[in-house]
């Protein structure tokens, strides 16, 4: 993973393990969370960090659905 500079004030991660699929699975992740679809999420996140660890967008957001959850261990623990 690089954190590379695409303007003057932004910077984002580039991770060449992350690929257009591993993507839609993430988007797909977010929008069954914000629908309230829990178990979904989960399982979606679950996979896509199982195929890339290092995916900080979906450690983030799963990170934030368990603490939304009350699991507030595995939250810190992402």
């Given at each position: 993973?690089?954190?590379?500079?695409?303007?003057?004030?932004?910077?984002?991660?580039?991770?060449?393990?992350?690929?257009?699929?591993?993507?839609?699975?993430?988007?797909?992740?977010?929008?069954?969370?914000?629908?309230?679809?829990?178990?979904?999420?989960?399982?979606?996140?679950?996979?896509?960090?199982?195929?890339?660890?290092?995916?900080?967008?979906?450690?983030?957001?799963?990170?934030?659905?368990?603490?939304?959850?009350?699991?507030?261990?595995h939250a810190f623990n992402y």
């Amino acid at each position: 993973m690089r954190l590379i500079k695409t303007s003057n004030d932004n910077w984002v991660f580039h991770d060449p393990a992350i690929t257009y699929d591993i993507e839609q699975e993430f988007d797909r992740a977010t929008d069954e969370w914000r629908s309230g679809n829990i178990e979904i999420a989960e399982t979606i996140f679950r996979d896509i960090l199982q195929k890339c660890p290092t995916h900080i967008d979906a450690i983030h957001h799963y990170s934030n659905m368990l603490e939304d959850l009350g699991n507030f261990i595995h939250a810190f623990n992402y």
